[in-house]
């Protein structure tokens, strides 16, 4: 079946790591998306990548890093300059623009 | 980048259509309207998307109005499964897809 998965589903944060959130899909899209959700509210863009080897900031990069190596990887970073990474992380990728974005099931990040 | 504005929550009867509205005044003429909803804790799902016509597919219908300032989504029958929070987005046409999420609407459908 074809779709975006991301592990793990709970993360555990100590102060001071970092700490890597994966995202793979097999839909061939070439765009892909990394988004933060605090309860409550809707999503925040962190960073794109709309091809591979390229990567853009969205709108709360601060604290973050990726790399787009593959095409259907798309790693996230939360690094120790993150100094509220408690969050729901959600990924996402799409055809390009226009088109639908799907969804991962998401990771839960909790700081210890 | 348009900003979107929606109720906070809303209740439906189950099996009566859901009629979710959404202000998006500053809409520009190359942007989609998109509408997702999202399950607690997974997630957002697509439903439908338009630019200028009426749109319906197997999950709902997607009415905007001839000035394209404001949507409104409808779920036709709705079931206690569509309880969900009903995010609508203007996405930006053109450079990166973003899709810019507001805090949406909590729909509780009753039994």
């Known amino acids: ?112 | 980048d348009a900003k979107t504005t929606q109720p906070p929550s809303m209740d439906c009867a189950e099996g009566r259509a859901a009629n979710l509205p959404c202000n998006h005044s500053t809409i520009s003429g190359n942007e989609y309207v998109y509408w997702y909803r999202q399950i607690h804790s997974q997630g957002p799902q697509y439903i439908i998307h338009g630019l200028k016509n009426n749109e319906t597919n197997e999950m709902a219908s997607l009415i905007i109005t001839e000035d394209r300032k404001s949507s409104t989504l409808i779920l036709p029958h709705a079931t206690l499964r569509d309880t969900a929070v009903y995010y609508c987005t203007a996405e930006r046409g053109g450079a990166t897809n973003k899709l810019i999420f507001g805090t949406g609407t909590l729909l509780a459908v009753q039994p």
Request: glycine share 10%; aromatic share 12%.
């Open chain 1, 1 to 112: 079946d074809g779709g975006i998965t991301q592990s793990p589903k709970y993360l555990f944060r100590k102060e001071g790591q970092n700490v890597t959130l994966s995202c793979e899909q097999n839909l061939n899209h070439d765009a892909m998306y990394w988004y933060r959700q605090d309860p409550g509210q809707g999503l925040r863009l962190i960073y794109y990548s709309q091809i591979v080897n390229d990567f853009q900031k969205g709108d709360i990069a601060e604290g973050y890093s990726v790399s787009r190596e593959k095409k259907e990887s798309f790693p996230l970073t939360v690094t120790s300059a993150q100094k509220n990474p408690t969050a729901f992380y959600l990924c996402a990728s799409t055809t390009g623009v226009g088109e639908t974005q799907y969804f991962g099931p998401g990771t839960r990040l909790l700081v210890l």
